[in-house]
């Protein structure tokens, strides 16, 4: 059986002269500046990324002003059949969020060597589970089929989804549920694996007031939980989360999707990481808070050594 690798990681050590609660303000504004009303957002945006590359800003994979994503190229030319690439969705509890606040995503994962592409999709009121699923749907079918049409060296093979919060939701649905890209005429095994970071996977009955009308409560429709969805086959898998989450519960999601995947013998990585939170656990990965966790460098060896 294939048991997950799960280690408690506090990261490196802080420099004497960072100011942490400045740092998380940066990082909280990274990760959800509509929440929070910050200033900080361009000063984490702002921080140049040595080794990541030019840009492609606006491309269009759907019809709606929504179906728009960025595209983030490493530097260099790239290796025979295309980059490693990441797709991802950000989270917001489904009702905000725009691409361009997750610049910093772009350029740390194309820093590394992999293409990345920050999709946005349509969201609350707009629209109800499960729009934004069939949105993130239309995403990975761009991103497999009309990529090179764009000058974007996707390699097919390794293509994989990530999301933060909400976003990590939508990979996991993705991922473990074959109706949503089947309807765009693909598997799930078209995926060379997904990325959740304090990802909800198992929720019901909704108390956040935020998601509630999102999924339709109380009347919540079938098969709306990753967690029941597990199945053998599924990709690859690297999930990760603070270790005392206040906004998802760490245990009943990602430690439990975890053991689940397990069970079923599908390859899963688990990270817990001891000085992050909900937030800064994805604004972990902009140069400012890369001391706080080493996240960047566990999914980087996540999707290179496939």
């Known amino acids: 059986m294939n048991h997950p690798h799960h280690f408690i990681s506090a990261g490196p050590s802080a420099p004497q002269s960072v100011d942490i609660s400045r740092r998380r303000m940066l990082a909280a504004c990274a990760a959800a500046p509509a929440l929070a009303g910050c200033s900080g957002l361009d000063l984490v945006n702002a921080?140049?990324?040595?080794?990541?590359?030019?840009?492609?800003?606006?491309?269009?994979f759907g019809p709606h002003?929504?179906?728009r994503l960025d595209a983030y190229m490493p530097r260099g030319n790239a290796p025979v059949g295309g980059w490693p690439t990441v797709l991802f969705f950000y989270g917001g509890t489904w009702r905000r969020g725009e691409r361009a606040e997750y610049r910093?995503?772009?350029?740390?994962?194309?820093?590394?060597?992999?293409?990345?592409l920050v999709a946005d999709y349509r969201l609350f009121p707009e629209v109800r589970w499960p729009s934004f699923l069939e949105d993130s749907a239309l995403a990975v079918r761009w991103a497999l089929q009309q990529a090179p049409a764009a000058s974007l060296a996707v390699n097919p093979t390794?293509?994989?989804?990530?999301?933060?919060s909400a976003g990590a939701y939508n990979a996991a649905m993705l991922a473990l549920d074959p109706r949503w890209l089947q309807a765009q005429?693909?598997?799930?095994?078209?995926?060379?694996?997904?990325?959740?970071?304090a990802g909800p996977y198992d929720f019901l009955p909704l108390r956040d007031q935020d998601a509630q009308p999102v999924?339709?409560?109380?009347?919540?429709?079938?098969?709306?939980?990753?967690?029941?969805?597990?199945?053998?086959?599924?990709?690859?898998?690297f999930l990760?989360?603070?270790?005392?989450?206040?906004?998802?519960?760490t245990q009943r999601s990602t430690v439990s999707l975890a053991r689940k995947l397990q069970e079923v013998q599908v390859p899963t990585t688990l990270?817990?990481?001891?000085?992050?939170?909900?937030?800064?656990?994805?604004?972990?990965?902009?140069?400012?808070?890369?001391?706080?966790?080493?996240v960047l460098d566990d999914i980087t060896t996540f999707i290179h050594q496939a």
């Open 104 to 116: 910093f995503v772009g350029e740390a994962l194309a820093s590394r060597g992999i293409l990345t």
């Open 271 to 294: 990270r817990l990481y001891e000085r992050v939170d909900h937030v800064t656990l994805v604004g972990a990965l902009s140069r400012p808070l890369r001391w706080m966790a080493p």
């Open 215 to 237: 999924f339709h409560h109380p009347h919540y429709p079938p098969n709306t939980q990753p967690i029941e969805l597990v199945r053998p086959g599924a990709p690859r898998a």
């Open 158 to 164: 390794k293509l994989y989804l990530m999301g933060h």
């Open 185 to 197: 005429g693909l598997q799930p095994s078209a995926l060379a694996g997904w990325v959740g970071l």
């Open 240 to 249: 990760a989360a603070s270790v005392e989450d206040k906004l998802v519960s």
């Open 47 to 60: 921080s140049s990324v040595a080794g990541a590359g030019d840009r492609r800003l606006g491309l269009a």
């Open 65 to 67: 002003e929504r179906h």
